[in-house]
């Protein structure tokens, strides 16, 4: 019986170990495969959703959806320093004055502004991304309603994964338009 | 001889359960990792490329190409009610009139007009995907052939996976030039 | 002893057996969901994210990092024939006379280009890709600083995935500016 016990018990041991071995391999396998081969996809499939998300907010007057595109603590630098937090966001550009309407009687639908972004460039490791990306707004406050560009510059980000969504930590924007704005000669990029 | 073969037997038994028990893990896993955490950004990029080949079909007249980005009963509607069905969708669309192609002693080359996609935000839940996205055309029809913006808009977008393949069910266009096309006042995003 | 032995080994090769079985299995369908499954998201991402870098390295004057994502041997064709490797394209574009900068006393900051890439179509299969985009060309070159668009074309690109980074093996370049530039009728895309 005695002996019985130790042919069962012995093989287990035996046999686990490998089994074991294997086990860690495969997992480790398939957590590398996510981690490192699937993730960047996934993360940077992510972001490209914030920063449309972001624009949309932006072009529609959408400021509660706007600002909770930043972490609670959020920079948003434009160019005339750091303004962090959701709050200081939120009232510094509720207190930029807005483009006059056009006069009720011109006939015309109401014209519109339209921030586009390109050319988007990520580093990602782990919970954290850096970005460059290109950015350039049109509108089209005109008889015809014909779409103009007015401006263009770039964006560099830091984004970091909160609770599973992504959220910039700080965005610095540069605006080719403004001399104090403009960004300094290089590539941002790497 | 009889013992000897339970003493196999058992110990298969008593390792194969574990053994099952981390098969079974590292399967669901896996699997896990495919669809829950995976597939956001698959069905992001093949809805991607979906817009990108709508594009490139639209601006070379390549019409066949066009309707097949649309389910068989998919609906497109520019402003003017809803057209259904691939059938319909090439109908209405061959018979508006193109602009008038140039003097053909211009002596310049033809020129071309070309719809750009940006800012794509997507839902996903299963087989359907709910877009928002901004669109903006330019052409070149002047003596300089310069790029020249014309007018801008956005889409909401309804598409369905079938067969492994992301199609329109639905794309509603609003065009910022026409009045009557423009987009009603607010955030059309989430 | 002896038989002992044997009660040990035996059940170790026939418990053995069916776990080498399944890790093979679980190796296998871990790697065909990587490989058949997440890569195009994948491979789209990486190759989204080069397309990205090479614009921003194109409009610094990065020309270091904008021959990088090439492959070594790679060609660059803007419709002038094909320049093959990196020193080639570097000289060539080298030799391309910048165009004047403005006078240093118009009080105004550097004018800049910029060039920006949308409607990426993508087929990818193992270590090779076929591209298909659009690209538009903005500067502010005027006294407002004001976005204008110059011209726009498509890319055909061809790359290829060298120790897990996508390069260019070829870029061709179409230019609706330029008559000898511009693209031949039809849609270049599928």
């Known amino acids: ?12 041991l035996k046999v686990l170990c490998p089994v074991m071995l294997l086990a860690g391999f495969f997992l480790f396998s398939c957590r590398d495969r996510k981690e490192e081969q699937s993730s960047y996809a ?7 959703d914030l920063q ?3 624009m949309f907010a932006l072009d529609n007057d959408d400021l509660g959806t706007y600002v909770s595109t930043f972490t609670e603590d959020g920079i948003l630098d434009i160019g005339e320093g750091e303004w962090q937090g959701r709050e200081t966001i939120k009232q510094v550009l509720t207190s930029i004055p807005e483009e006059e309407a056009p006069a009720a009687d011109s006939g015309l639908h109401n014209p519109t502004g339209r921030h586009n972004i390109s050319n988007i460039a990520l580093k990602i490791e782990g919970d954290t991304a850096w970005g460059r ?11 015809q309603r014909k779409a103009q560009l007015n401006s263009y510059g770039h964006y560099e980000d830091v984004m970091v994964k909160v609770d599973g969504q992504w ?3 700080k965005r610095k924007i540069y605006n080719e338009e403004i001399g104090k704005w403009a960004a300094p000669e290089g590539n941002p990029c790497w």
Request: proline residues 6%; hydrophobic residues 40%; neutral net charge.
């Open 167 to 169: 959220l910039f930590s």
């Open 42 to 48: 996934e993360d940077r499939a992510l972001i490209e």
């Open 1 to 12: 019986m005695k002996k019985e016990t130790a042919s069962f018990r012995l093989p287990a």
């Open 133 to 143: 990306a290109y950015w350039f707004h049109m509108s089209n406050d005109n008889p």
């Open 52 to 54: 449309a998300r972001y």
